[in-house]
């Protein structure tokens, strides 16, 4: 009921309903949200994820934002520095969990991880101007929406999600192609003509295989959730079944093996340095494009981008 009610005050206003209460407040009182008229409100973007905060207790409207606005123009008010306290906590938060995901991997295994920058990678000049015609696009929703014009907001919002779903199938043929160019450079164990033959790797158990397929196959969904250590589990034990069949076989050389070599060459996970989620260099593009229009990562890009632009000013 709460997300439905959410989703009625985001196309046609909290104050939808005729209510005089939104009317006869000010910018000011105390359960306005401070962190919305600032330009961004947490409670808003995780919205059915994992780091879904629940809806924000506090009042949100845009005749309010105006008005502050107004004012800070005037320097009567400034609540910007509340904005970035509470979303660098947010992103501090986020980087600590990416580095308890490379400090679960010996060092060779970090090198690995980190060394494809997603937001280095998919920062394309067409890529920076489509996220400038999104910034607009919401601009123009919310002006819309202050000037009550339900119809022009609802269309703001469709040209929006088209935009955002262009930019993650460009971002996606980008970090495709890298992860392509970064499978090249990955160790290859095999060295000789005599190595060549098939290796136990691939077990010949179908009820083994398809234990060690649900096992990424979650790995990767909670990695997605931002659940690095129970995606870091789930990995590891896959990796204890993967290494079942390669005791029995006594054709394979072992010592030509490391357990960086292992990880590296059979998970080939990254990091995704924005939001924290794995990311596998044998993903799709269209499961790369799910990644970089979803939820979880487009909240964690636009307070990146946010705190940037606040560090900037104050």
Same mark, same amino acid.
């Given at each position: ?103 679960? &991997?010996?060092?060779?295994? %970090? ?7 997603? !937001?280095?990678? +998919?920062? @394309?000049?067409?890529? #920076? ?111 204890? &079944?993967?290494?079942?069949? %390669? ?7 072992? !010592?030509?093996? +490391?357990? @960086?070599?292992?990880? #590296? ?50």
């Amino acid at each position: 009921m709460d997300a439905l009610r959410k989703q009625l005050d985001v196309l046609m206003g909290a104050n939808r309903n005729g209510d005089t209460e939104e009317v006869s407040r000010k910018y000011y009182d105390r359960d306005v949200c401070r962190l919305f008229l600032a330009g961004l409100c947490p409670h808003e973007l995780f919205q059915l994820t994992k780091m879904d905060k629940g809806p924000c207790p506090k009042i949100h409207s845009l005749q309010l934002r105006k008005e502050y606005q107004e004012a800070k123009a005037k320097d009567v008010d400034n609540y910007d520095k509340d904005l970035e306290d509470n979303i660098d906590r947010l992103i501090v938060e986020c980087d600590r969990k990416i580095s308890r995901a490379l400090k679960r &991997l010996d060092e060779e295994d %970090a090198k690995a991880a980190i060394a494809i920058s997603v !937001s280095e990678v +998919t920062q @394309a000049p067409e890529i #920076i101007e489509i996220s400038k015609q999104i910034k607009e696009k919401m601009k123009e929703a919310d002006q819309s929406d202050l000037e009550g014009n339900t119809d022009m907001k609802i269309r703001a919002l469709e040209e929006l999600d088209e935009l955002r779903a262009t930019r993650a199938d460009k971002q996606a043929t980008l970090l495709l192609d890298a992860f392509n160019r970064d499978r090249a450079s990955l160790p290859q164990p095999l060295t000789n003509a005599q190595q060549l033959t098939p290796v136990p790797a691939a077990i010949s158990d179908p009820h083994i295989q398809e234990m060690i397929n649900e096992k990424l196959k979650k790995a990767e969904e909670l990695g997605e959730q931002g659940m690095v250590d129970e995606a870091q589990k789930a990995l590891e034990e896959a990796e204890a &079944l993967k290494k079942l069949p %390669a005791r029995q076989e006594p054709v394979l050389d072992s !010592s030509k093996y +490391t357990a @960086a070599d292992v990880r #590296i060459t059979d998970q080939k996970l990254r990091v995704c340095d924005i939001c924290g989620a794995f990311l596998s260099v044998y993903d799709s593009d269209r499961r790369l494009a799910d990644h970089f229009g979803g939820k979880l990562h487009l909240g964690y890009m636009l307070i990146r981008e946010k705190l940037a632009d606040l560090q900037v000013l104050l």
